[in-house]
C-alpha cells in the first residue's frame, strides 16, 4: 500500500512539472516546486534506490528536465534546481549501490539503474543541451572573484559533476555492437561537446591561475573523455600508414597465410584412400586400457596423434579463487572526426595547460585535498599524454612536470601501496589490482619518455636524462621494483595484460641499465640490508634439567668458566645488561626478585659470564642488605653467592634470551622483529644484478606470458626471448629452464605451422633443447630433474655433479670437541693473531670444521659475544703486522730508489710481501723515511721547487694554506686511503691517473710563493667586485661563514654543498672565474653527473673557512712581503696582534673562537711531524665515519617500512659477501697492530645535504 502512493505521488508530482507539446515545453506553475519535491524524494529513497527507478521508468530526465534547461534557461532559480537533480539523478551506479551487489535481487536493481543511465546519456548527446551549459558556464566564468556569489561558484561545480556523471556512464555492449570508425554514443556526446565549446571551457578551467579550485573535476573530465581511445590511435589519425605500420600488417598476414596453408595440407594428408566408415581397428601396443589388454583404437591413423584418455570424461570445475583473472574492455576506434577533434584537444592540452593542471593535481594529492583513489586520474593522465607527446614529435618542456625524481617516488609509492591492500582487501582484489596496473603503467611511460630524452639532439636534454637514470639507478627501490613485482605476480589477481606490460617495462628498465654501465668503469649505488634480530624458538628450548645431578654438572662448568676468564667481563656484555626496567609498573622490589631469577635462569644456562654481569649491575642497583654481595665483595665470595643462588628455590621464568645478534646458518633461529635498516654504498655490477632475475618465481611469469605466444605482438614475444636469453645465455643457467612445461611449450613452438614468423622463438628453443640433449648424455638424471623446478644450487648440482650424501648436514660437537675448541681459544685469544678463527682451524682433530660451524659454536659456547667481533678481515688488509726482515726490506729498497720519478711506484714492484699502497705508505711514515705523502708523489717536472721538508711554516704560507694547501691535503690523504678497500691491481692504476692530475696543481701552485698566491686571490676577488659579481661573493662569504660556525657547535663536519637560490648566484656558479676562485679556495666541483653543486669538504677546519671568507673581503692595501724572517714566535704574535685587532674591529669573533684560531695555528706548524698527522687523521676519519653512519640510519628510517613488503624475498638471499660490506672499526684494531692500524682509511659516502631555502 505504502508503494503504490509513493508512485502515486511521483506521478503526481511529475504531473506538475509540465508536458512536452511538439518541440515546445509548457512549465507548470508549481513547477519549481515539484523539482524541490523530486530532490527531496531521492533523499530518502531505500536500498532498491525506488526512487531513481521510477523516475527513470518515466524519462523524467528526458521529456522534462532537458527540456526545462534548454527552453527556461532564464528562470535561474529553476535551471539551478533541474541541474541540481540531474546531478543527483546521474549519480553512478557504483556509488548508489556501494559496489556491485552480489545478491540476485539487489544485482537486478543494479542493472535497472544502469540502464536507466545509459538512457540519459543517448539524450545528452545533442548540441542544444551541450550549448545551454556551455552558454552558462561561460557566463559565470566571466564574472571577477568580487562579483561572484557563492551560488554562481556551486553552479560551476554542479555543471562540472553533471558532465562527469554523464560521461562515466558505461556503454550497453547488447545495444552498442558497433565496429570500429563507427560512431557510438559515446563518440556522439564527444562531438556535442566539442561542437558547442565545452572543450574549450575545460582546457581554460584547466590552464586559468584563477580557477585553480576546479582542477579535480577537469581532470576526471578529461580522463573520460579519452577513456576509449589510445595514444598511439590519436597521434596517427589522419595520417597515412607509416612503413612500420605497413610492414607490421604484412607480417601478421603471412603467418595467417602460412597457418591456413599448413592446415589445409595436413587435412589433405588426413584424406584416407577408403570410405571413412571402413577406417578399420588397430591395436595400440604398449598403451594399456581399463583391463590389462592393451588399447583398442576405433578410428583413422590421421587422428592418433590427438589420442587421449580425458577423452569423454567430464572438464573439472576451477574454483572461482583460482581462476585467471579478468582482462580490462578492450578499447576501440572511434570515428574519424572525433580522432581528429581528440588530437587536436591533445595537442592544445599539452601545450598550453599540462604542466601547470598536473602541478596542481600533484599538491592536492600530496596535501590529502582529494577524494579517495583520485591519484588514479592522475597516473593516468600521466601516461596517456606522456605517450601522446613521444608519439606526436617529442618535446620535453611539454612535459617537464612529470619528468623528475618526484614522479618516480611518487608512482613507486604507490605501487607498493597498492600491492599492500591487493594482499589485505581480498574482496576488493580486482580494484587494487586495476589500480596497480595503472601505476605501472605510469611508470614505464616515465622509462619510455627517459629513453627518447637519451635520444635527443639537446645536450641539455641528454643531461637531464643522465641526470635521472643515476638517480633511478642508484636507489634500491626504483632498482629493484621490477624484480619485486615479477616476485609477486598472481594470475589469478592481475590479469595478462598486467604481465604484458610489466614484462616490457622490465625488458627497457635492464636495457637502459646495460648501457649506463657500459659507459662507466665503476657506478656506486645504494644498498640496504635489514639486520633482524634472533632468538632462539621456545618449542626447540628443552625445559632445564633441577635434578641434584643436572645442577652439579652445571655449576662445574660455570665454574670453570669463571676461574679460565678471571672473573673478568667483556664492555659490551657489561653494558648490554640492565637488571630492572625503568619504565614498568612493577615495584622495584618485585623487579630485585625477577633479577635474582634471571640470574639463576642464567646459571640453568650454563652462561656463566652473563650471571656474573647480572649479579653485578643488580648489587649497584640494591645495594641495601647486601642481598647481591657486600661492595667490596671478592671474585670467591662472588662465586660462592652464585652457587646458593643456583640450589635456592625461586619461581620460574621464561628462559633468558641470547645474546645472539648475527644472522647465522648455524643457529636454529627464528624471526622477531625488524631491527633496522644498514644502508651502504657498493660498486655495482650488472652481471651480479641480473643473477636476480636467475630464480623460478621470476621466470615463472615468462612463461606464463610465453604459453599465449601466437597472440602476443612481436615487441612482447622479444622482451620474453631476450629475459631468457640473458639467464640462458649471458649467465650460463640454460639448466633453469629444464622443466617438462617450457619444454612442451617449445615443442608447441617448434611444431607450429606458422612458426617462421616466431624466429627469435625457434632459434632459442632449438638452443635450449640441444643444451639439455648434450648435458643428458653426461648426466643420466636429467630425464628425472625435467619434472622439477629448480633452484640455483640445483642447477649447479645438475650441471656440475651432485654432492655426497649427508655433505650438507650438520655436524654436532660433542663434549670433547667443544673441550677442545674452548682450550684452544682460551690458548690464543691474547697471542694476538689476526684472524683468530684461521689459526683455530688447523688445530682442531676434525679438519672437516667450517669456519663458520666454528664462528657458530664459538657464539653458542659464549666464548665470544658476537659474531661480529670474529668478521674475516677484508682483501688488501690482511696483512698488517710487519716483521724485522720486511721492515729492513723496506728501508733498503727506499735507500735505493728514494731518487727515483716513482718511488712508491718501484717499492711495490720490489717488495716480496705483497702490501696495498695506502700500507706502504704508513709504514714509510711511521718509520720516519719520509715526513710527508707528497715525497713519495710521482715526480713529472724536475724544475718545479716546493717548500722544503723540515723548514716551519710561516705565517703567510700559514694563511695561504687556509685557502689552498689544506683541504688540498685533507683531499689527498682521503682519496690515497680510499684505495685500501679496492685490490691491488685496481689501486695501482686508480692512484696514477689521480697522482698525475694532482701533480700538474702542485706544479702550476708550487711556482708562486705563498704571498704570491694570496696576492693572486686577492686580485682575483677585486677583480670579479669589479666587474658586478659583489652580491655573489658576498653570498659566498655568508655561506663559508656560517659554515664554519655551525662546524664550531656541533662538533663535526660533513661535505655542505653551496646551493644557489637565486638566479644571480646560480648564473654566478656557472662563471669560469668564481669557479677559478672556488677551486683556490679549496672548494670541491661536483664529482659526477649525481652531483650537481659545488661543495665545501668536510676536511676544512672553522678558522680555515673564517679565513677564506675574509679572503673575499676587498682589500685597500695589498698584503706586503716581509723581507725579512723574524723567526716563528715574532711571526706568531704578530699574526695574533693583527687577527685580535680585526675581530675587536668587527665584533663578529669571540675569545673562544680565536683560542681556536690558535690551536689550528700551532696544529698547522706542527704538521709536518708524522705522529701528530697521523693522530689528527685518525680522529678526523673516526668522527667523519660516525656521523655519516649516523645520518644514513636517520635519512633511511622513513623508508623501510615501505620497502619492507616487498622485499622480504631479497634479504633472505643476501650472501655473505655482502654483509661484510660495512667493517666494524672497534674489532678491527687489537694491541699489536694498533701501530699500523692507526692510520686505516675508513670509505666515505655520498651525503645529501638538505639545504632550506629560508636559511639564505
Known amino acids: ?118 538512457a540519459y546519456k543517448e539524450a545528452f548527446a545533442s548540441e542544444k543541451v551541450f550549448g545551454i551549459l556551455s552558454e552558462t558556464l561561460y557566463n559565470l566564468l566571466q564574472l571577477d572573484w568580487e562579483e561572484r556569489q557563492e551560488e554562481d561558484n556551486l553552479l560551476i561545480e554542479r555543471i562540472l559533476l553533471l558532465v562527469r556523471n554523464v560521461l562515466h556512464v558505461p556503454a550497453d555492449p547488447c545495444e552498442e555492437k558497433k565496429v570500429d570508425d563507427d560512431a557510438s554514443i559515446h563518440d556522439r556526446l564527444l562531438w556535442a561537446i566539442h561542437m558547442s565549446g565545452f572543450d574549450d571551457l575545460v582546457k581554460f578551467l584547466a590552464s586559468s591561475q584563477s580557477e585553480q579550485q576546479w582542477s579535480m573535476h577537469v581532470l576526471e573530465i578529461i580522463s573520460l573523455m579519452f577513456r576509449d581511445q589510445t595514444p598511439e590511435a590519436l597521434v596517427s589519425a589522419g ?9 607490421r600488417d604484412c607480417q601478421e598476414l603471412e603467418a595467417l597465410r602460412q597457418k591456413e596453408h599448413a592446415e589445409k595440407r595436413s587435412r589433405t594428408l588426413q584424406r584416407g584412400t577408403r570410405h571413412s566408415r571402413f577406417g578399420g581397428s588397430y591395436v595400440v601396443q604398449g598403451l594399456k586400457a581399463i583391463g590389462d589388454k592393451d588399447v583398442i583404437y576405433h578410428r583413422n591413423l590421421h587422428n592418433f596423434k590427438q589420442y587421449t584418455h580425458d577423452t569423454g570424461k567430464a572438464v573439472r570445475r576451477v574454483p572461482k579463487r583460482n581462476r585467471q583473472a579478468k582482462e580490462c574492455k578492450e578499447k576501440r576506434r572511434s570515428a574519424l572526426n572525433v580522432r581528429l577533434f581528440l588530437q587536436e584537444f591533445c595537442m592544445d592540452f599539452l601545450e598550453n595547460c599540462y604542466n601547470h593542471l598536473m602541478y596542481l593535481v600533484k599538491e592536492s594529492l600530496i596535501r590529502e585535498q582529494t577524494q579517495q583513489h583520485d591519484e588514479t586520474y592522475y597516473l593516468w593522465a600521466l601516461s596517456f599524454f606522456m605517450a601522446f607527446n613521444r608519439g606526436n614529435g617529442f618535446r620535453a618542456d611539454l612535459v617537464s612536470e612529470t619528468i623528475s625524481i618526484r614522479a618516480f617516488h611518487f608512482i613507486e609509492r604507490n605501487v607498493t601501496n597498492y600491492y599492500e591492500m591487493l594482499l589485505t582487501d581480498r574482496k576488493e582484489a580486482t580494484s587494487w589490482s586495476r589500480r596497480m596496473h595503472l601505476a605501472l603503467k605510469a611508470y614505464q611511460e616515465l622509462l619510455l619518455t627517459v629513453n627518447e630524452m637519451d635520444r635527443s639532439q639537446d645536450d641539455s636534454i641528454r643531461q637531464s636524462s643522465n641526470v635521472i637514470k643515476s638517480n633511478i639507478f642508484y636507489l634500491m627501490e626504483y632498482r629493484e621494483i621490477f624484480l619485486t613485482l615479477l616476485r609477486k605476480f598472481d594470475e589469478t589477481k592481475q590479469p595478462h595484460s598486467y604481465l604484458k606490460d610489466l614484462v616490457e617495462s622490465t625488458h627497457l628498465f635492464l636495457r637502459m641499465l646495460e648501457r649506463f654501465c657500459k659507459g662507466r668503469k665503476n657506478l656506486m649505488v645504494q644498498r640496504k640490508k635489514v639486520r633482524r634480530r634472533k632468538s632462539r624458538g621456545d618449542k626447540n628450548l628443552p625445559n632445564p634439567d633441577t635434578t641434584p645431578e643436572a645442577l652439579a654438572e652445571s655449576w662445574r662448568i660455570v665454574e670453570e668458566e669463571l676461574k679460565s676468564s678471571g672473573f673478568q667481563l667483556s664492555e659490551s656484555l657489561t653494558e648490554r645488561i640492565v637488571p630492572f626496567d625503568a619504565t614498568s609498573e612493577t615495584p622495584l622490589e618485585e623487579q630485585r626478585t625477577e633479577a635474582m631469577v634471571r640470574v639463576k635462569d642464567a646459571l640453568l644456562a650454563r652462561l656463566g659470564p652473563e650471571a656474573l654481569a647480572l649479579l653485578r649491575a643488580a648489587r649497584e642497583v640494591w645495594p641495601e642488605g647486601d642481598v647481591f654481595g657486600s661492595a667490596d665483595v671478592e671474585p670467591e665470595e662472588e662465586l660462592e653467592l652464585l652457587k646458593q643462588i643456583l640450589h635456592a628455590n625461586l619461581p620460574s621464568s621464561s628462559p633468558p634470551e641470547p645474546v645472539v645478534e648475527e644472522d647465522d646458518d648455524g643457529l636454529e633461529l627464528e624471526e622477531e622483529e625488524l631491527e633496522s635498516v644498514q644502508v651502504s654504498e657498493t660498486e655495482f655490477n650488472f652481471l651480479d644484478f641480473l643473477k636476480k632475475f636467475a630464480s623460478p618465481n621470476i621466470v615463472h611469469p615468462y612463461l606464463v606470458l610465453l604459453k599465449s605466444y601466437s597472440k602476443n605482438s612481436p615487441h612482447t614475444n622479444h622482451c620474453i626471448a631476450r629475459m631468457l636469453h640473458r639467464l640462458a645465455f649471458d649467465l650460463k643457467m ?67 655433479g651432485y654432492s655426497q650424501e649427508g655433505e650438507g648436514k650438520k655436524q654436532a660437537w660433542t663434549e670433547e670437541e667443544e673441550e ?37 659454536q664459538l657464539v653458542r659456547m659464549g666464548l665470544v659475544d658476537n659474531a661480529k667481533e670474529l668478521k674475516k678481515q677484508k682483501i ?88 689552498q694547501g689544506a683541504p688540498d691535503d685533507s683531499m689527498d690523504r682521503d682519496e690515497e686511503e680510499d684505495e685500501e678497500d679496492e685490490s691491488e691491481e685496481s689501486e695501482e692504476d686508480e692512484e696514477q691517473e689521480r697522482e698525475k692530475s694532482q701533480n700538474v696543481m702542485r706544479k702550476s701552485q708550487s711556482a708562486h710563493t705563498p704571498v704570491e698566491r694570496r696576492a693572486d686571490v686577492g686580485a682575483m676577488v677585486t677583480a670579479l667586485h669589479q666587474g658586478g659579481m659583489s652580491g655573489p661573493l658576498l653570498w659566498l662569504q655568508n655561506c663559508l661563514n656560517r659554515t664554519a660556525n655551525d662546524r664550531e657547535e656541533d662538533g663535526f663536519s660533513q661535505p655542505v654543498p653551496l646551493v644557489p637560490l637565486t638566479e644571480t648566484n646560480e648564473d654566478a656558479m656557472d662563471n669560469k672565474s668564481i669557479q677559478r676562485l672556488l677551486r683556490k679556495l679549496g672548494m670541491r666541483a661536483p664529482a659526477n653527473e649525481q652531483e650537481t653543486f659545488w661543495r665545501i669538504p668536510a676536511e676544512i677546519s672553522a678558522s680555515q673557512l673564517r679565513s677564506a671568507a675574509a679572503a673575499l673581503t676587498p682589500r685597500e692595501d695589498e698584503p706586503r712581503v716581509v723581507a725579512e724572517q723574524d723567526g716563528p714566535t715574532s711571526q706568531t704574535e704578530k699574526h695574533l696582534e693583527e687577527e685580535e685587532e680585526k675581530e675587536e674591529e668587527e665584533g663578529e669573533v669571540s675569545g673562544e673562537q680565536r683560542a681556536q684560531a690558535l690551536r689550528a695555528l700551532l696544529l698547522a706548524r706542527k704538521r709536518k711531524n708524522d705522529t701528530t698527522e697521523h693522530t689528527a687523521s685518525v680522529s678526523d676519519f673516526t668522527s667523519l665515519e660516525e656521523t655519516e653512519s649516523t645520518a644514513e640510519r636517520s635519512q633511511e628510517k622513513n623508508s623501510a617500512k615501505r620497502s619492507r613488503v616487498l622485499d622480504d624475498d631479497e634479504e633472505e638471499e643476501e650472501n655473505e659477501k655482502d654483509s661484510s660490506t660495512a667493517m666494524d672499526m672497534d674489532t678491527k684494531s687489537d694491541a699489536d697492530s694498533e701501530q699500523e692500524d692507526i692510520s686505516a682509511p675508513v670509505k666515505r659516502r655520498r651525503k645529501m645535504v638538505l639545504i632550506d631555502e629560508d636559511e639564505d
Open 1 to 118: 500500500m505504502y508503494v503504490f502512493r509513493m508512485n502515486c505521488e511521483l506521478l503526481a508530482t511529475c504531473s506538475a512539472l509540465g508536458y512536452l507539446e511538439g518541440d515546445t515545453y509548457h512549465k507548470e506553475i508549481d513547477c519549481l516546486e515539484s523539482v524541490k519535491d523530486l530532490i527531496r524524494y531521492l533523499r530518502h529513497e531505500d536500498d532498491t534506490r525506488d526512487v531513481r527507478q521510477e523516475l527513470g521508468a518515466g524519462q523524467i530526465v528526458q521529456n522534462d528536465l532537458l527540456p526545462i534547461i534548454i527552453q527556461h534557461g532564464q528562470d535561474k532559480a529553476l535551471f539551478d534546481a533541474s541541474i541540481r537533480l540531474m546531478v543527483n539523478l546521474t549519480q553512478p551506479a557504483m556509488l548508489c549501490f556501494g559496489k556491485v551487489p552480489d545478491d540476485p535481487v539487489f544485482r537486478h536493481h543494479f542493472l535497472q539503474v544502469t540502464s536507466h543511465l545509459q
Open 239 to 247: 595520417q597515412a600508414r607509416s612503413t612500420e605500420e605497413k610492414k
Open 734 to 800: 640454460d639448466a633453469l629452464l629444464f622443466q617438462l612445461s617450457v619444454f612442451n611449450l617449445f615443442n608447441k613452438i617448434l611444431s607450429d605451422p606458422a612458426a617462421a614468423a616466431y624466429r627469435e622463438l625457434v632459434t632459442f628453443s632449438k638452443y635450449v633443447l640441444n643444451r639439455f640433449f648434450s648435458l643428458a648424455k653426461q648426466n643420466n638424471k636429467a630425464y628425472v630433474e625435467l619434472l622439477f623446478w629448480k633452484n640455483v644450487g640445483a642447477v649447479r648440482e645438475m650441471t656440475e
Open 820 to 856: 677442545e675448541l674452548r682450550k684452544l681459544y682460551e690458548e690464543h685469544r691474547h697471542s694476538g693473531v689476526p684472524d683468530i678463527v684461521e689459526t683455530l682451524l688447523p688445530l682442531l682433530s676434525d679438519s672437516t670444521r667450517t669456519r663458520r660451524q666454528v664462528v657458530t
Open 876 to 963: 688488501g688488509t690482511r696483512i698488517v703486522l710487519w716483521t724485522e726482515e720486511q721492515e729492513e726490506e723496506l728501508q733498503m729498497l727506499f735507500e735505493e730508489y728514494k731518487d727515483s720519478d716513482d718511488v712508491l711506484g718501484n717499492l711495490l714492484k720490489k717488495l716480496t710481501a705483497k702490501r696495498s699502497r695506502a700500507r706502504v705508505v704508513d709504514k714509510l711514515l711511521s718509520m720516519g723515511l719520509v715526513s710527508e705523502r707528497r715525497e713519495l708523489y710521482k715526480k713529472r717536472s724536475r724544475n718545479a721547487h716546493g717548500k722544503s721538508s723540515g723548514k716551519r711554516m710561516t705565517e703567510e704560507e700559514f694563511l695561504a694554506e687556509l685557502t
